[in-house]
């Protein structure tokens, strides 16, 4: 299983932002895909998770209203569309595999990571 992160870039606060996470290997996965972000000098926290079968979702509390996570599963990509962005949410952002749980342990496969940079 390998997962690529991409989308990244900088934006002002109140622009939006798309990341993608491509997953190869998807067949094997049984549960879902995780958003993380992490900020310098800061520990890896929860963003958004989905769920490959039913495309259950949740969201960090800071995120909702804002972020929306989907995914399409012909194309075996997650989507993570972020509007009213706030300079706060500045991070890297990785994309994990095979939960959808808000904990980073819960997560057997990451990508790369891909850089958000929100401007005031």
């Known amino acids: 299983v390998q997962l690529q992160a991409s989308g990244g870039g900088s934006a002002q606060a109140g622009g939006s932002l798309r990341l993608s996470c491509l997953v190869s290997?998807?067949?094997?996965?049984?549960?879902?895909v995780g958003w993380f972000r992490q900020a310098p000098g800061k520990e890896r926290e929860f963003v958004a998770a989905?769920?490959?079968?039913?495309?259950?979702?949740r969201y960090e509390d800071s995120v909702k209203g804002r972020f929306t996570i989907s995914r399409d599963n012909a194309k075996n990509t997650v989507y993570l569309q972020m509007n009213s962005l706030k300079v706060e949410d500045t991070a890297v952002y990785y994309c994990?595999?095979?939960?959808?749980?808000?904990?980073?342990?819960?997560?057997?496969?990451w990508g790369q990571g891909t850089q958000v940079t929100v401007s005031s």
């Open positions: 290997g998807r067949a094997s996965l049984k549960n879902g």
């Open positions: 994990g595999a095979d939960s959808q749980l808000p904990a980073v342990i819960r997560y057997d496969y």
């Open positions: 989905i769920s490959w079968s039913d495309g259950n979702t």
